[in-house]
């Protein structure tokens, strides 16, 4: 398999999936892993392009039948992403990038030791409630519960292989499309994917 599984985390309001967006349409053959989840479906949530949104139930279901290949609940809902759809897209040669917390990340370490972590971080806890307060759509209660809860997610970043600070948000994308293109000239990558190149300079 020559395609890059990519795990990023980051606490909730650091800008995660703003860069993902934006590193998708910068660059080719990468895509995110749509995941499944039992959050209340937003005014402008599209269901199968944000997520797939699902009952409980039927979530637990999926778990049973050993669906996920990770599974998390945060902030009273569950979060899961298909291992059959990440295995479908990598074997067709596209990066995939999964937008999951280090819960998961643990988890998908676990099944897939070759994955690549990147943690995203705000450049200041009030940089970080700014942005959340900003979202216009939290109660203040929920703003300081998921504050706590960034203050623990950052503790993990230590078991990821990249960090970027989202400071600046172009220099952040350009950092996160330079991990995706540097994994993607690495030797083993190269040998894989361009074998009758390498054969040929070789040849005589």
Known sequence: MTAQLYVLSAPS????????????????????SVSHTTRPR?????DGVDY?????????????????????R???????????????????GTDVILEIDWQ?????????????????VPPSKEVLEKRLRGRASDSDEVIDRRMRDAVE???????????????DFDRALDELCAIILARRVK??????????????????
């Open 104 to 120: 998961g990340a643990d988890q998908v370490r676990r099944l897939m030791p070759d994955a690549c972590g990147v943690f995203i």
């Open 42 to 46: 937003r005014p402008a949530d599209v």
């Open 13 to 32: 309001g650091a800008g995660k999936t703003s860069l993902v967006r934006a590193a998708c349409e910068k660059l080719s053959d990468v895509a995110v």
């Open 153 to 167: 997610d950052m503790r993990h970043f230590s078991n990821y292989d990249y960090v970027i600070i989202n400071d």
């Open 52 to 72: 797939h949104f699902v009952e409980e139930a039927q979530f637990l279901d999926m778990i049973g039948r050993g669906e996920f290949l990770e599974h998390a």
């Open 187 to 204: 030797t083993g990558r190269q040998s894989t994917v361009n074998r009758q190149l390498l054969s040929a300079l070789l040849a005589g």
């Open 74 to 92: 945060v902030f009273d809902n569950l979060y899961g992403t298909s291992q059959q759809v990440v295995e479908q897209m990598l074997a067709l």
